[in-house]
């Protein structure tokens, strides 16, 4: 395990099932709010998983009663103070922690156990799908505190997930969006007990465990990259790479030897 002797000081990691690495942000204190520390911790833990190839499927959370509160407001105010090219830097140290959780080549799921706001809001939007118990609230507060909600992919990514208009009211009101509106409009999949949530998400992760590492990572790769093409023609194209180089792999031969031979496929991701 590449990541075994990760020494993260806000995320705490433990392998709940063999493949499932579970990251819970641990700043219960401060709502599991974010840092510099955090931001380069999350870089971190994305780059480190992505060598492992036995890390199959990542699930993020939150510890104690918020998933994540956003930037933590006491580092908040030195904001202010920074020259347009420091700010830019700020900017750009936060959303390069959010990219690389994104970029993951595996799956992430996000088990949202409170609020996600601000910028928790935007973790929860790089993960590629998302589960929150009854307590799940979601809210975009960077209009409240003077600020766009243009930060950190939320502008890209939310009105990919529940439409232009939906987006544009939550994100110009600042409200919360609880957790059964936010399953009702696709902004979560589904909603779980506070005690259930974690477990969920487990549960689900061991199911996408079940499939060809390959088969999951190139299905993750076209669907994120085909949210930004241009067109039909060039989905087509990147579909039919990624299935051409599948072939060329040992999993596709063994799950079809495996369906002859009726037994469950033992996938390599070779």
Same mark, same amino acid.
């Given at each position: 395990m590449t990541y075994a002797n990760l020494d993260l000081e806000t995320i705490e990691i433990t392998e709940p099932s063999p493949g499932v690495v579970l990251a819970t942000l641990n700043r219960p204190s401060r709502m599991n709010s974010m840092t510099n520390v955090m931001f380069v911790e999350l870089e971190t833990l994305a780059r480190t998983l992505d060598r492992d190839d036995d890390v199959r499927v990542l699930v993020l959370t939150g510890a104690g *009663?918020?998933?994540?509160?956003? &930037? @933590?407001?006491?580092?908040?105010?030195?904001?202010?103070?920074?020259?347009?090219?420091?700010?830019?830097?700020?900017?750009?140290?936060?959303?390069?922690?959010?990219?690389? /959780?994104?970029?993951?080549? !595996?799956?992430?799921?996000?088990?949202?156990?409170?609020?996600?706001?601000?910028?928790?809001?935007?973790?929860?939007?790089a993960a590629d799908i998302r589960v929150g118990s009854t307590r799940a609230r979601?809210?975009? +507060?960077?209009?409240? /505190?003077?600020?766009?909600?243009? @930060?950190?992919?939320?502008?890209?990514?939310?009105?990919?997930? /529940?439409?232009?208009?939906?987006?544009?009211?939550?994100? &110009?009101?600042?409200?919360? !969006?609880?957790?059964?509106? +936010?399953?009702?409009?696709?902004? !979560?999949?589904?909603?779980?007990?506070?005690?259930?949530?974690?477990?969920?998400?487990?549960?689900?992760?061991? *199911? !996408?465990?079940?499939?060809?590492?390959?088969?999951?990572?190139?299905? *993750?790769?076209?669907?994120?990259a085909n949210m930004e093409v241009a067109s039909y023609a060039a989905a087509l194209e990147l579909e039919n790479r990624g299935q051409a180089l599948l072939t060329r792999g040992e999993d596709m031969p063994e799950a079809l030897a495996a369906f002859k031979e009726k037994r469950t496929p033992q996938f390599t991701g070779k």
């Open positions: *009663k918020a998933f994540c509160g956003g &930037y @933590d407001l006491d580092d908040a105010e030195l904001l202010t103070s920074l020259s347009p090219m420091g700010m830019l830097d700020q900017q750009e140290l936060a959303a390069r922690g959010l990219a690389a /959780i994104r970029a993951m080549r !595996i799956p992430v799921i996000a088990a949202v156990n409170g609020a996600a706001a601000g910028g928790g809001l935007s973790l929860t939007l979601f809210n975009a +507060a960077f209009v409240r /505190i003077g600020l766009s909600a243009g @930060d950190l992919g939320a502008s890209w990514l939310l009105s990919r997930l /529940i439409g232009p208009a939906r987006a544009a009211e939550f994100a &110009y009101t600042g409200r919360f !969006i609880e957790a059964v509106e +936010a399953e009702e409009i696709g902004l !979560i999949n589904s909603v779980f007990s506070p005690e259930d949530l974690v477990n969920e998400a487990v549960e689900l992760a061991k *199911k !996408i465990c079940l499939n060809s590492p390959g088969g999951v990572q190139l299905s *993750k790769r076209a669907l994120q």
